[in-house]
């Protein structure tokens, strides 16, 4: 699992993890520390902080199993991202309406990305 994938991760489900987990997770993928770093920081071990990152991710993996949420965010962006290019040849018409109604998709659209 890539680090963008463990981040979508945790922001739907970080919220569900351990003070330790979360801190863990946190000072490792956002604030880039090394394992020495934040064991030191936390003053545990560094295999204890190895420890908190495993038992994190495989409770988000998990939640995701069960939840699927991030692979409805995916799904939803990729949708977006497909109405938004279909947007782009509705407005080379030359019809008014068709531009119009371009726009409010694309409006629509750009708000479900929010």
Same mark, same amino acid.
């Given at each position: 699992m890539d680090a963008f994938e463990k981040t979508l991760l945790f922001d739907h489900y970080g919220e569900?993890?351990?003070?330790?987990?979360?801190?863990?997770?946190?000072?490792?993928?956002?604030?880039d520390l090394s394992l020495a770093e934040i064991a030191e920081e936390l003053s @545990? %071990?560094?295999?204890?902080?190895?420890?908190?990152?495993? /038992? *994190?991710?495989?409770a988000m993996r998990n939640m995701e199993e069960k939840l699927g949420c991030?692979?409805?965010?995916?799904?939803?962006?990729?949708? @977006? %991202?497909?109405?938004?290019?279909?947007?782009?040849?509705? /407005? *080379?018409?030359?019809?008014?309406r068709v531009q119009e109604l371009a726009e409010t998709i694309a409006v629509a659209a750009n708000g479900l990305e929010e």
């Open positions: 569900l993890l351990t003070q330790r987990q979360r801190l863990c997770f946190e000072m490792y993928f956002e604030q @545990v %071990s560094r295999q204890g902080v190895y420890d908190n990152l495993n /038992r *994190a991710e495989a991030v692979r409805r965010t995916l799904r939803s962006r990729q949708a @977006v %991202s497909e109405i938004l290019k279909a947007v782009e040849s509705l /407005r *080379a018409s030359q019809d008014p």
